[in-house]
């Protein structure tokens, strides 16, 4: 009897439904209008040669292709330590470790951003509304934010550990 092409693909389904939903969030997308944390024009520019040359291809492929990077397996989903998350592509201080807290959702995720860092746009992307986040500096991307987080907030920066990087306190 004939093989069905699919059908070795098809546990992969769920899994990949999963991961989409993760970090889309709760409801509807947030309206952008009402959350403006910064100007979403970006005040440097970097060659797209000397990003590809200084990031791993993971990182520029986040950050300047607006990718996703699988769950559960970015370098600061489980990290604890006190200090800043910065933009890997300009350093700026885009997080706290003091506003960084347990989603479930396998990406860092932080309840606030440090004032005028991330900027945020409309995502109509995969088939979703979601609200894009990305450095308030250099543009790159860093995630979505939700209306689905902890207090005093409410809000969940859902954020790639490939666009980031981090300083000890």
């Known amino acids: 009897m004939p093989r069905h092409p699919l059908r ?15 970090c889309h969030g709760e409801g509807p997308a947030p309206n952008p209008s009402e959350r403006s ?3 979403t024009m970006p005040s440097q520019k ?11 291809p993971e990182q520029y492929r986040v950050t300047q292709e ?6 559960y397996t970015g370098k600061y989903w ?10 890997v592509v300009c350093q700026a201080e885009l997080f706290t470790s003091t506003s960084k807290y347990d989603s479930g959702c396998g990406w860092p995720s932080f309840f606030t951003a440090e ?10 992307s995969h088939g979703m509304e979601r609200t894009e986040i990305i450095c308030a500096s250099c543009g ?3 995630g979505h934010v939700f209306d689905d987080g902890p207090q005093p907030t409410g809000q969940r920066y859902c954020v790639n550990s490939a666009s ?3 300083r000890a306190k």
């Not at 070795?8 to 993760?22: G, K, N, V, Y």
């Not at 970097?46 to 990031?55: C, G, I, V, Y």
């Open 8 to 22: 070795h693909r098809l546990p992969l389904l769920p899994l990949l439904l999963l991961a989409l939903s993760a």
């Open 164 to 166: 980031l990087d981090f």
């Open 78 to 87: 489980n990290h604890h330590d006190d200090g800043r998350y910065t933009c």
């Open 37 to 39: 944390l910064a100007p």
């Open 140 to 142: 790159a991307h860093l």
């Open 66 to 71: 607006r990718g996703t990077e699988a769950p």
């Open 115 to 124: 004032n005028g860092k991330v900027a945020t746009r409309p995502d109509h």
């Open 46 to 56: 970097f060659d797209p040669a000397e990003l590809k040359a200084r990031l791993d």
